[in-house]
């Protein structure tokens, strides 16, 4: 077993009021580090103090966007437990982006364990309050000064780690979003499927028009057909149609959400009829026509559930349950969210216990 | 105007021996930077010693994918001149590239005259042997330490510089392409026509499998259809068919390169028939059976022109022109090269002189 290098740090930073968490603004005290050469593939796991790295002007990950990133989040339960939710999903689909992108495989065992023990140490950084969390990144990064279009012979794996607030401070909202039909996000034979920077690069100046506009995302439609629903933002899209409920398909172009997963995983255990196929805003928009349309949600790791209560698709108004939160959606973001954070049972062996136990440097 | 600072470095590292330049390795003295942020927009040019940059690990760049790059030469003639090409074309595109990916605009001007600073700080870089030249490499990275997918609010705009050797050591040389079907660099609604880091991510992956059958580089083929022929790796394409060239037109899913813009201009001056618009691998396949493919070739500012021997297209092979050179691809790369480093008139005024000043720090 590969032995984790742990250099703690002599100070420690003053942590931001539970109430006053902002996304991803924060960082914890340390940080989880692993390097790889060609040589000697990935090496030297370490803890070390959160701290800047130095780069040459030249290294490619200024140029080529040959990243990868992850996120997942830790959770601490009344009795004060601290939980992760299927972190080995996050691993697997981390060597997929990795795969398409031409990143070496990582072990996904080393990782878990590097972020456990990460966690250990910077265990005071797990926000005590309602719906707070720890959320996790984890990301390569190409660190070769070269300026060619090649896969980078060296790399760097991260996990830095920071609190976040509750995503609905007043209560779960239902979103606006716009179908997108002019951007294209991806496309099959495309890097849609793996979380690499390119794609959320590629989905900024949507967004930014969808924001103008006073839509919170986007909806992103097939870049062939421009028809058939692919993902929202950050989150997989589900839709409930006369009591089915449907979801695309892995088509090639959206990315394998594990809120996604797990959400299927709950429907069919429940013995709700649930579809994985391909569905355009043709369908969608008849639907509503005909009060067919009864929920719809999009899934993600940073909002679990998030009820949509509009589309605005080719300037006409979708309206979905009155704009008001559906009873489906609420059911699975209340067990989601309860399953995480330990109150209620987990029957899927979804959760994972990181053991309280004190670090010390070595 | 605003006022270029000039820190020169104390020391100066060993240049690499002219016929053992590799490209990207070896970077100049000194570099060019300008910082973004919201409040005060692009601020403080400075000609810096070259140095690593330091950043936060929560910094975007590492993240979301939202950079930008250029890439151009300066020649040295034997007159002891040194010449850039085309240098506001590469400004304009950037600016296309920034437009595209949510990067604020950046005042070309400023960044020439800070360009041609950099190289009289560091003119001995520029080599003399024959088809070689400096490299130049601007580009912006988001600096913003933040894990929210949004457009950042502070950027980093830095020019460096690198001598690269001749592109054809052994004599321009035909190269073999793979017609890429199942991988896909781009579509319209997406990032193609921006030169920003996640398209070159999205191209590793087919551009391993090629190299490893033996092929140099991929062509790229439509993301809807599969059929149309889009560019090759960094190049654009072009075919010569019963004396007619033709390229593909601007479809929103190509970079427009420079060299690309510059070879229409040329075969116009010189009366030949041209046509940019949509071609597909069955016209070329067609034309090749019927025997009238007389030539084909990739432009860019690496190669300029780099003629194509053979294309693989489901399995069968392509031969073009014997896999020899063509005379128009010869005749081409011997005008743009010629301009370029100042033995032949440049009719289009096309080069920019970099006057030989000496340069103090202030
Ligand atoms: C593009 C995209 N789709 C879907 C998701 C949802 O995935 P998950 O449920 O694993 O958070 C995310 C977030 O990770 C995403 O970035
Ligand atoms: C994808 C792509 N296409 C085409 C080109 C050719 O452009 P240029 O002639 O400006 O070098 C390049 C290189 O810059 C490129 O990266």
Redesign the pocket.
Known sequence: MTTIDIQLSATRKEKPKEDQLAFGRNFTDHMFIMDYSTEKGWYDPRIVPYAPISLDPSTMVFHYGQTVF???KAYRTKDDQILLFRPE??ME?MNLSNERICIPHIDGEIVIEGLKKLIQVDRDWVPTAEGTSLYIRPFVIPTEPFLGVAPATQYRFMIIMSPVGSYYKEGIQPVRIFVENEYV?AVAGGT?TA?TGG??AA?LKAQEEATKRGYTQVLWLDGVEKKYVE??????VFFKIKGEVVTPQLNGS?????????ILQLLRHWDIPVSERRISMDEIREAYDKGELEEAFG????AVISPIGEFLYEEKQILINEGKTGELSKKLYDTLTGIQNGTLKDEFGWTVTVENEKVLSK
């Open positions: 992850e996120g997942l999903k996050n689909r996000r849609g979380k794609n959320y989905s993902e929202v933002g950050s989150m997989n959206i990315l394998e959400g594990i809120t996604r997963n797990s899934t993600g790791t940073a």
